[in-house]
């Protein structure tokens, strides 16, 4: 578990880019909005329900009388801007009695810092920057696309495909991008079939591909070059350190499923072709 940083910055971060974890009618309308030269509010929330504004303003100690001052003062600049504020907020560790009283007159709504909130929400997000589940998905969410129909004739290769079918189903997402390869050891040449999981969904893909590492191939030639072109559509935005390549070959000896580890970086230099990233 993430331990909590102790900066206002930290905090500010929380609670405007995760706005739905504390209030779920809440979207952000500004961020750091200026109000006068050199003065700028903390976060101004949106009500989806009636679109009403909410001004937040906040504090990583004990809330005090100066910051009633201040955020009135957010409420009249932002009142000359036509920024017209329905709710002022403060939040804070904590407020005295005699603190609420003088809010309540001035009517500003006192809020608490939720840790075990920004706990959970620090955890996620390390993760996510990672790449890495904490915990693996253990259930697939939706499964998108079809396998193509591979070859008939084969010795016992629809029990092999089954078991690898099986396997992918089956097996937990252990990161938040999963590059699934399987092997056809199709007499006439042997090729690849390509699957993705990403955020507990499993996508597959109706193509053959010749070449599983793509450095000097085409899109369509490469497992790897069409995965990362995948991730550049959906996931580019991510902040993803790691990715892991699970490669099924149903003819291998022992372990049929070889899982290799990368950073994202490593992933590029050894699998896709330059002009692809």
């Given at each position: 578990?993430?331990?909590?940083?102790?900066?206002?910055?930290?905090?500010?971060?929380?609670?405007?880019?995760?706005?739905?974890?504390?209030?779920?009618?809440?979207?952000?309308?500004?961020?750091?909005?200026?109000?006068?030269?050199?003065?700028?509010?903390?976060?101004?929330?949106?009500?989806?329900?009636?679109?009403?504004?909410?001004?937040?303003?906040?504090?990583?100690?004990?809330?005090?009388?100066?910051?009633?001052?201040?955020?009135?003062?957010?409420?009249?600049?932002?009142?000359?801007?036509?920024?017209?504020?329905?709710?002022?907020?403060?939040?804070?560790?904590?407020?005295?009695?005699?603190?609420?009283?003088?809010?309540?007159?001035?009517?500003?709504?006192?809020?608490?810092?939720?840790?075990?909130?920004?706990?959970?929400?620090?955890?996620?997000?390390?993760?996510?920057?990672?790449?890495?589940?904490?915990?693996?998905?253990?259930?697939?969410?939706?499964?998108?696309?079809?396998?193509?129909?591979?070859?008939?004739?084969?010795?016992?290769?629809?029990?092999?495909?089954?078991?690898?079918?099986?396997?992918?189903?089956?097996?937990p997402q252990s990161h938040y991008f999963e590059i699934w390869e399987f092997k056809v050891p199709n007499p006439g040449g042997q090729y690849y079939l390509l699957s993705i999981k990403h955020d507990?969904?499993?996508?597959?893909?109706?193509?053959?591909?010749?070449?599983?590492?793509?450095?000097?191939?085409?899109?369509?030639?490469?497992?790897?070059?069409?995965?990362?072109?995948?991730?550049?559509?959906?996931?580019?935005?991510?902040?993803?350190?790691?990715?892991?390549?699970?490669?099924?070959?149903?003819?291998?000896?022992?372990?049929?499923?070889?899982?290799?580890?990368?950073?994202?970086?490593?992933?590029?230099?050894?699998?896709?072709?330059?002009?692809?990233?």
């Open positions: 578990m993430s331990t909590i940083d102790e900066r206002e910055s930290f905090f500010e971060s929380m609670y405007a880019n995760h706005p739905e974890k504390f209030n779920p009618d809440w979207v952000i309308y500004s961020k750091q909005e200026w109000v006068a030269t050199n003065l700028r509010c903390d976060v101004i929330y949106k009500s989806k329900k009636d679109g009403t504004l909410h001004l937040v303003e906040i504090k990583r100690h004990e809330a005090d009388y100066p910051n009633i001052a201040q955020v009135m003062e957010y409420y009249a600049k932002l009142k000359m801007k036509n920024i017209n504020v329905h709710k002022v907020y403060i939040l804070a560790k904590g407020f005295s009695k005699e603190l609420k009283l003088a809010m309540e007159y001035c009517n500003i709504t006192p809020m608490k810092i939720n840790f075990e909130k920004i706990k959970e929400i620090s955890s996620f997000t390390d993760d996510e920057t990672e790449g890495i589940y904490s915990n693996p998905l253990t259930a697939i969410k939706n499964v998108v696309g079809d396998l193509p129909q591979v070859p008939i004739g084969i010795e016992s290769f629809d029990f092999m495909f089954e078991q690898y079918k099986d396997t992918l189903m089956s097996t507990g969904n499993l996508y597959h893909f109706n193509n053959k591909f010749d070449y599983m590492a793509g450095t000097k191939k085409n899109l369509s030639d490469s497992t790897r070059n069409f995965a990362w072109d995948f991730f550049k559509q959906h996931c580019l935005d991510k902040p993803y350190k790691n990715v892991i390549i699970r490669s099924y070959n149903p003819t291998r000896g022992g372990r049929k499923l070889e899982d290799t580890k990368l950073k994202i970086d490593e992933f590029l230099r050894g699998n896709v072709n330059p002009e692809l990233q």
